[in-house]
């Protein structure tokens, strides 16, 4: 499923999510969580795939992301979510209708860990 039209995400603020900033091997964990959350939800984000300790590591990738690691949502509004936890959530209270973390109560734990 493509993102549809923007509509009033977390804290009331219109963005929508344009780039999802990963690990270009697709190994390190955390932007795995992330993609593996999205696959399970059937949300598409158009990806950027970066090389680890390095591209992560430039002055311009950490306009985005000061302390300069990965996964990073990039919004059309110009800001960025870093943080795996935070950008599942902000998808999560966009599109709590998709099965997901909520299709299962007593999984639901353990997958906000
Ligand atoms: N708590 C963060 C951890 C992020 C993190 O440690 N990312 C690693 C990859 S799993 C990274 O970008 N490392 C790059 C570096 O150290 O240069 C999250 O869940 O997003």
């Not at 059937?42 to 950490?62: A, D, Q, S």
């Not at 300069?68 to 599109?95: K, M, N, Q, T």
Request: aromatic content about 6%; hydrophobic content about 40%.
């Amino acid at each position: 499923m493509a993102l549809q039209a923007p509509r009033a995400g977390p804290a009331g603020i219109l963005a929508r999510a344009v780039k999802l900033y990963v690990d270009r091997g697709g190994t390190a964990p955390s932007p795995r969580r992330v993609r593996m959350y999205l696959a399970e939800k059937g949300i598409t984000v158009p990806h950027e795939p970066l090389e680890l300790h390095r591209e992560n590591r430039t002055r311009e990738f950490r306009r985005r992301n000061p302390i300069g690691i990965l996964p990073v949502l990039e919004l059309d509004a110009g800001s960025c979510i870093s943080e795996s936890l935070a950008i599942c959530r902000y998808f999560e209270e966009l599109h709590p209708e998709l099965a997901g973390w909520h299709a299962s109560m007593a999984a639901r734990p353990s997958a906000k860990a």
